[in-house]
C-alpha cells in the first residue's frame, strides 16, 4: 500500500465511521425530545423511562462522535496538508461554527443528563431540544464545508493563489443546501429505521412490549418521513451534481456517451474499456427528464470528460445503485407504513410486520455508507473541484500505512465499546427503564 492509497483509506475509513456516529449523535435527540415532552404532556411513565433509556443512548453517541470527530480533524491537517493551507482560510468558517454548536450541544447534553428532578420539566425539556437543534446545526455546518469541495465558490484563483476570499460566500455555496437537506433527510431516515429495528425485534420477542411499542411509533414516525421525503431531495442533489459536477452524475449512471433521449441505468456491470453497461436496464430519455425536466434534452457523458478527470465509474455506480435501490425499498416501506396507520389497523401484533422493520435495520445506513462513497469517490480525481487534485494535497511524509492500521484498529475497537454498550443498555430495560421510577 503506497501512501497517497493509504492516506485515502484512512480518511475514508475515518468517514465511515464518523458518518454512523454522527447521524445518531444528530437524531437521538430529537427522539428523546419527543419522548420527553409526551412524558410532561400526559405524565405516562412509560415516556420518562423511554426518555432516560434515550438519553443514555445520546450520551454514549456524543462521545463516540467526539472522539471521532477530533480525529478526523486532526486527519484532515497530517494527511492533507496542501489542501488546508489553501482550503482552510476559505472554508473554515463552517467548521469554526461547528465547534461553538458542539460545545453547545455538550452544555446542553449535561444539563439534561444531570437535570432530572433538579431543573423545571419545562426548561429541562428545552435543553434536550437545545442538543437536538445544535447536532443538526452540526450537521448542516459540516456538510456545508464538504459542499464546498464539490462546488467551489468564494475566491479567485489566479495564477495558484488564491485571492479575494469571501468565507461567507464560500460557506453558502450553490451546493450547501441541496447536501445538506439530503444529508439530514438521510440521517433521520437511516436512524429512524434502526431504533425502530431494534425495538421491533424486541416486540416480536414479546419483551417489555408497552415500552418498545411507545419506542417503535416514535422512531418510524420520523423515519418513514425521512424515507418518503428522501427521493426528492436526491432528486435535487443530482440535477444540482449535473449542473456542477457532469463527471459525477455520468459515473453515478455509467452513461458514457452523450446523446439525445438519454437513458437511465438501473442495475447493471459498467465496461470502461468497452464503454458501455453489461446487464443492464435502460430507459430511455429518463435520464434527459430528471436533469433537464425534458425527455430529449442530452446529458453530457463521460466522453465530453478528459479521462485524466474521470472519476472511478464502477465504484462510483454500483454504490449509486445500491443507495437509490435501498432508498426506494425504504420509501416503500415508509408508504405501506403511514397507509396501514392511516387506515387504523393494530399491526404491531403481525409477525410479518415487524419482521420487516428487523430485516430493514441497517438498511438505511448500508444507504448513507454507499451515497457517501458517491460524494467522495465521484469527485475524484479532485479534493477541490476543478481547483485541486486529491494526489497535490497528500503529505509528502512516509509512512502513512502504519497510520492507516493504527487508526483502522482504534475505530474498529471504538465499535466494539459501543456495540458492547448499547447492547447492555437493551438487555438493561426490564430492570432499569420498563418500571415505574426509571432513574435517570
Known amino acids: 500500500m503506497d501512501d497517497f492509497l493509504a492516506a485515502r483509506s484512512q480518511m475514508a475509513l475515518s468517514l465511515g465511521f464518523h458518518i454512523i456516529y454522527s447521524c445518531i449523535g444528530m437524531v437521538m435527540p430529537v427522539f428523546m425530545a419527543i419522548s420527553h415532552f409526551k412524558w410532561i404532556k400526559t405524565q405516562d411513565p412509560v415516556y420518562k423511562n423511554i426518555t432516560v433509556a434515550w438519553s443514555k443512548g445520546v450520551a454514549i453517541f456524543f462521545a463516540t462522535g467526539a472522539v471521532s470527530g477530533t480525529m478526523l480533524s486532526f486527519e484532515l491537517g497530517l494527511l492533507w496538508p496542501g489542501f488546508m493551507r489553501h482550503a482552510g482560510p476559505i472554508f473554515g468558517m463552517p467548521f469554526s461554527l461547528e465547534g461553538v454548536a458542539f460545545f453547545i450541544e455538550a452544555i446542553a447534553l449535561g444539563l439534561f443528563l444531570y437535570g432530572w428532578n433538579r431543573l423545571n420539566n419545562w426548561v429541562h425539556w428545552t435543553a434536550g431540544i437545545i442538543v437536538g437543534v445544535s447536532g443538526v446545526a452540526s450537521g448542516i455546518l459540516v456538510v456545508a464545508a464538504n459542499s464546498w469541495m464539490n462546488s467551489p465558490s468564494g475566491f479567485d484563483f489566479v495564477n495558484g493563489q488564491y485571492i479575494n476570499i469571501d468565507p461567507v460566500k464560500a460557506m453558502f455555496n450553490k451546493a450547501w443546501f441541496s447536501e445538506s437537506l439530503h444529508m439530514i433527510i438521510a440521517a433521520f431516515s437511516a436512524t429512524g429505521f434502526a431504533v425502530a429495528g431494534i425495538h421491533a425485534l424486541m416486540i416480536y420477542r414479546k419483551k417489555n412490549i408497552a415500552f418498545h411499542t411507545k419506542a417503535f411509533k416514535i422512531a418510524i414516525i420520523f423515519g418513514a418521513a425521512a424515507a418518503i421525503l428522501q427521493p426528492f431531495s436526491g432528486d435535487l442533489s443530482a440535477k444540482n451534481a449535473a449542473k456542477r459536477q457532469p463527471a459525477k452524475l455520468a459515473a453515478m449512471e455509467a ?3 452523450t446523446q439525445e433521449y438519454a437513458p437511465l441505468v438501473i442495475g447493471g456491470i459498467p465496461d470502461t474499456a468497452a464503454k458501455k453497461v453489461n446487464y443492464g436496464i435502460e430507459i430511455p430519455g429518463l435520464l434527459s427528464f430528471l436533469v433537464h425536466d425534458n425527455f430529449k434534452t442530452p446529458v453530457n457523458g463521460l466522453d465530453k470528460i478528459p479521462v485524466k478527470n474521470q472519476p472511478p465509474v464502477a465504484v462510483t455506480h454500483y454504490a449509486f445503485q445500491i443507495m437509490v435501490g435501498i432508498g426506494v425499498l425504504m420509501m416503500l416501506i415508509g408508504i405501506i407504513y403511514f397507509y396501514e396507520l392511516w387506515k387504523k389497523k393494530d399491526l ?22 454507499a451515497g457517501w462513497t458517491v460524494t467522495e469517490v465521484g469527485r475524484q480525481p479532485w479534493i477541490i473541484q476543478g481547483v485541486m487534485r486529491t494526489s497535490e494535497a497528500v503529505t509528502p511524509m512516509p509512512g502513512i500505512q ?3 492500521y493504527l487508526f483502522s484498529f482504534i475505530y474498529f475497537t471504538l465499535s466494539v465499546a459501543v456495540i458492547f454498550l448499547l447492547k447492555r443498555q437493551i438487555q438493561m430495560v426490564p430492570e432499569l427503564y420498563d418500571r415505574k421510577t426509571a432513574q435517570p
Do not use: N, V
Not at 404491531?348 to 455508507?369: D, N, V
Open 255 to 257: 452513461y458514457f456517451h
Open 402 to 404: 502504519y497510520s492507516f
Open 348 to 369: 404491531i401484533s403481525k409477525p410479518w410486520f415487524l419482521k420487516t422493520f428487523i430485516w430493514a435495520t441497517p438498511l438505511g445506513f448500508i444507504a448513507l455508507e
